[in-house]
């Protein structure tokens, strides 16, 4: 047969070789010890890849990956596929590989010991559009930033009373918005905030072309146009007051710095003017401003929800905070800024308020800028990486009775603070990307829970518990809002107007 003629001339040339007694020939021994050696180092290879690889993850579907898996609560999702596949695991999601962390150990690695590494962001499409392409501070590459907060108590201060003054009218709706004067204000302020909750409700949308880079070009759900569109509405909005303020400074000539305190605004538009390497640009100063309104809307007065939730729930962690704020500041004064340091308990209650229900539970992704080693597995350059805090809060390894609200656990030698210095506790992320508004969220939220709970008596409306589920938006929710009826604790009523 041919193939046995085939096979029959091959093995009789090769067994010919074999069988005359004489040494092989050189160019076969050089041939063979090349192939040998080949084979030598591919196995070597393949036993370093085996030895660092990807890490372990679900298997998806082909192209889609374990997209059609995804829930709304990304966290809890994250945390129950960690009991399955470990503390570090990889999900393919469309094109994307992302890589999910809920170690504090390997989380160590990646805020300390690589931190410059995974120092950068990945943001969606939309976040790259609102931020101008990066130039904000939460979505631009590394660099170092800062900020000043103590200036503005004064500020802080009348807007509070203002909000007190609200909540005693019954006009819930203005609680954490600006209530404009008359005249075109208002059209302005119901445009903007119109425009803002538009940006926000974008923001948080899935949007295909974040998992399908391929198909950004066709922009299929209209995230990015709708977004260009509301971006240009606020951005008018921006320019408005920054010309205001810009011709109100002219006309003074230089006596602002005698006659009006400066706000924010002014001490970005002072960086501007400058001639050094601290210049920033107007699109850099309207990119700020961008943050403070995404940053701020929702953070702080959800965490308060959360809090009061939690007191409703938990009556003697209120009475108990009440007993402290009626010692520190006396049942005849306001609260200010100055009593915040003297309120141990009520910064327990805020730091047990955000170990349960942290306002970014996964923080915000790091990308890596190079492929790395991470507690064994290779982590590709470009991958999205989360740490999910929101399990590491409720680690049964570092919390005792994880799953219930104990404020007295961050007291004595627990005092962990908001500075990622505890890797098990990082509701403002850790490192050099930690969160930059966390000194002024925490004055505010403190400052906001301390005046509620000096001046009111809270009550649910017919008794009813509060829902503590909880819908992962752009920051972590109540999937119900809290509804409380708020009377006067304060004898002194002028204290309230």
Not at 10 to 33: F, H, N, Q, T, Y
Not at 50 to 74: C, D, E, T, V
Not at 465 to 494: A, H, M
Request: proline share 7%.
């Amino acid at each position: 047969m041919p193939i046995c003629n085939l096979s029959g001339t091959s093995c009789g040339r090769w067994s010919s070789w074999m069988c005359k007694d004489k040494e092989l020939p050189p160019v076969l021994i050089i041939a063979s010890i090349s192939i040998l050696g080949t084979c030598l180092l591919v196995w070597v290879s393949k036993t370093a890849r085996g030895k660092a690889q990807l890490p372990p993850g679900p298997r998806g579907f082909p192209i889609l990956g374990y997209l059609p898996f995804l829930g709304p609560n990304l966290h809890q999702l994250f945390m129950e596929l960690a009991q399955n596949y470990g503390p570090i695991y990889k999900l393919s999601i469309g094109q994307k590989l992302c890589v999910i962390i809920s170690s504090p150990t390997l989380v160590k690695e990646i805020v300390r010991h690589q931190d410059v590494t995974f120092a950068n962001r990945n943001p969606t499409i939309a976040a790259k559009t609102f931020s101008y392409g990066g130039k904000d501070i939460a979505f631009a590459p590394y660099g170092p930033s800062g900020a000043c907060y103590a200036k503005y108590s004064c500020a802080r201060c009348r807007a509070m009373q203002i909000l007190m003054h609200f909540i005693l009218l019954g006009e819930a709706r203005d609680v954490f918005g600006w209530k404009p004067r008359p005249g075109r204000d208002i059209d302005i302020g119901a445009k903007f905030r119109v425009a803002v909750a538009e940006l926000v409700e974008i923001l948080g949308k899935p949007n295909v072309s974040d998992f399908f880079p391929f198909l950004a070009r066709f922009d299929i759900q209209g995230v990015k146009r709708k977004m260009e569109e509301v971006s240009q509405r606020i951005e008018k909005i921006y320019d408005h007051v920054i010309d205001q303020c810009i011709k109100k400074k002219q006309q003074q000539s230089g006596e602002m710095e005698i006659t009006d305190r400066k706000d924010f605004l002014h001490f970005l538009l002072e960086f501007k003017e400058q001639d050094t390497e601290k210049s920033i640009s107007r699109q850099q100063i309207k990119a700020l401003l961008m943050d403070i309104v995404i940053g701020g809307i929702d953070t702080s007065p959800t965490t308060v929800e959360w809090a009061m939730a939690e007191m409703m729930l938990h009556p003697q962690v209120m009475k108990k905070a009440q007993e402290e704020l009626t010692n520190v500041v006396g049942i005849n004064n306001l609260v200010e800024e100055f009593h915040i340091q003297e309120l141990p308990y009520l910064h327990s209650i805020v730091k047990e308020t955000l170990r349960l229900h942290p306002v970014a539970p996964l923080l915000l992704p790091r990308c890596p800028t190079e492929s790395c080693n991470v507690g064994g597995y290779i982590i590709p350059k470009g991958t999205k990486v989360f740490l999910n805090v929101w399990a590491m809060h409720r680690d049964p390894e570092f919390w005792d009775h994880p799953s219930e609200f104990q404020p007295e656990r961050f007291f004595g030698p627990r005092r962990l603070d908001y500075l990622g210095n505890h890797l098990q506790y990082l509701p403002f992320g850790s490192g050099r990307r930690i969160c930059v508004g966390l000194p002024l969220g925490e004055r505010m939220v403190m400052y906001l829970l301390a005046t509620f709970l000096h001046m009111f008596n809270w009550k649910l409306p017919g008794g009813a518990n509060p829902d503590t589920s909880e819908k992962l938006g752009i920051v972590l929710e109540k999937s119900t809002p809290l509804v409380i009826i708020p009377t006067p604790r304060l004898f002194n009523l002028e204290l309230y107007t």
